[in-house]
T-cell receptor
């Protein structure tokens, strides 16, 4: 079935760039998302990209899509302590469902 | 605009009981989706309602059901609770139309613990 994979943990020093990676199996996915979840809160949409785009930049966030390899990444420049959260990759699957990865917990080192 | 609200925020039940969770979407939003979040399985799609009709459904047993009212508020019900139903249940609303391409706004979730 459709699947979205991402590593579970990432540690980054404050001020460095964070790169969170995701792979997916459904090549027909049209929309690809990055969500952020802070402790005790629901998910917040950070950004999304259409499958016909290679890159999208929004302030400190850069999304890269390699459709051939079915690989999506989220780069956070100048990582701050407030970026500490769980980041979910998600893609639209068949029947217009959204399939989520299990999330990458980003830990910021001082 | 008020965000998505979910009630209750926390719930403790015992095995075999049933539970009803409530979600009020953002005003004007007609689509409500429900997700179950657990550490082991991550975020899994339960179902989506649009204009009082179930438009999409995930792979959950029939013990999980839902409905949507004319004001777009939605409830989900879990009958004959099992220990494995312990999870954070998230509700998300979106304006309508297709899910893909429409931002989903998530509520804070209801944390259900089954003892």
């Amino acid at each position: 079935g459709e699947d979205v994979e991402q590593s579970l943990f990432l540690s980054v020093r404050e001020g460095d760039s964070s790169v969170i990676n995701c792979t997916y199996t459904d090549s027909s996915s049209t929309y690809l998302y990055w969500y952020k979840q802070e402790p005790g809160a629901g998910l917040q949409l950070l950004t999304y990209i259409f499958s016909n785009m290679d890159m999208k930049q929004d302030q400190r966030l850069t999304v890269l899509l390699n459709k051939k390899d079915k690989h999506l990444s989220l780069r956070i420049a100048d990582t701050q302590t407030g970026d500490s959260a769980i980041y979910f990759c998600a893609v639209t699957g068949r029947d217009d469902k959204i399939i989520f990865g299990k999330g990458t917990r980003l830990h910021i080192l001082p | 605009k008020a965000g998505v609200t979910q009630t209750p925020r926390y719930l403790i039940k015992t095995r075999g009981q049933q539970v009803t969770l409530s979600c009020s979407p953002i005003s004007g939003h007609r689509s409500v989706s429900w997700y179950q979040q657990t550490p082991g399985q991550g975020l899994q799609f339960l179902f989506e309602y649009f204009s009082e009709t179930q438009r999409n459904k995930g792979n959950f047993p029939g013990r999980f059901s839902g409905r949507q009212f004319s004001n777009s508020r939605s409830e989900m019900n879990v009958s004959t609770l099992e220990l494995g139903d312990s999870a954070l249940y998230l509700c998300a609303s979106s304006p309508g139309g297709q899910i893909g391409g429409n931002e989903q706004f998530f509520g804070p979730g209801t944390r259900l613990t089954v003892l």
